[in-house]
């Protein structure tokens, strides 16, 4: 429920009075937890200790404030999808400060690490309750190892994980897309058009590129309602994707400019409005994220997002590390057999190398550690 704001802020500090009391009994004050006067917003933008904040999303009284943030808050991360108590001038009026001073229960953390045995973690967004894993048909091709980490990672995360295609003028994307069919995860391809009209020829001349109305509504109905983080490799069309989702409607439009930066150029992620969708749906981009280490994913959780091959390890030998020299991996046979997708060993490959490389075994090669091997 949006709080109101009007209402909240009547409570201020001066209605805490501390009257003399003859009696001696304690005086009547109004107890409160610290800041029960706090307005709640969902933090849409992070640019150098700067947050953009949204209150009463909810409502046709929603504002962009901008926020710093408390200094008892000083060493908590504040990313974009959390949902924040703010004091202060909450008006969102030009040149107006407001603060941060608590950070709300989150329901989803998506984490990475710099490596995939770095121990340090960075938390990327919160709430967010779909991961988009954007890929391109080709150009970059489209990498097995980025879909079996973002799945890990969703995975990890408790976030619903949805799989889109690009670029599919230039190739069918079903062909990728077998890679994953033994899965029971979403997908979706984005169509592109010449923005003039009609399919456009392989290789469209990007100025005039558009996406098809018809592959946006089907990812409009896929994240109406929903808090939903794009990921992806540089080139695969992302941006190009979550601009035709959002269009103009930016959120981070009319952002007030204490600080003049009010422009969003930062590599960090930022919540974007989808026209046509409920109250509550973002759509969350993440331009600065190249790779995803898995350090914080333990070996379980690594292998519980393998779903196709986690049923086969019943088999296995106890304690099996399912490395490819495991004597008796039921893993190796598994993928062989007739009841087996005709990516299965593929998957195996792909998961024992997320798996030596989280047990350290492998010093991953810059293209193995941020995209994994391509399919072909
Ligand atoms: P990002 O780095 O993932 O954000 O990718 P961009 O959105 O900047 O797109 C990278 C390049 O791919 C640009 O030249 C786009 O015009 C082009 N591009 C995006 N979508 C498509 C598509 O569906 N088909 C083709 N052929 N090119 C596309
Ligand atoms: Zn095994």
Redesign the pocket.
Known sequence: MARNSSAQRQWDESDVRVRANKKGSRPRTKQRPTHEDAVIARVIAVDRGRYTCVVNEQSHDQRTVVCIRAKELRRKPIVPGDQVGVVGDVSGDPDTLARIVRIEPRATILRRSADDTDPVERVIVANADRLVL?L?TE?PTPRTGFVDRGLAAASDAGITPVICM?????KDPAEFLTYVEALDVQTAS???TDALGGR?A???H??S?A?SEASIERLRTILDGHISVFL????????????ALTGSERATGGVNDVTGRGRHTSSSARALRMPDTSPGTWVIDT?GIRSLGLAHVSEEELLNSFTDLVPATADCPRGCLHTQDSPGCALDEWVHRPEASPAAPLRLESLRRLLAASRGETQAGADEKHLGQAIT
């Open positions: 954007v391109a150009s690009t670029k599919t003028d230039l984005t169509e592109p456009p392989a290789g469209v990007e100025a590129l996406i992806g490799p540089s080139g695969v069309g992302k941006s190009t994707l979550v601009n331009p």
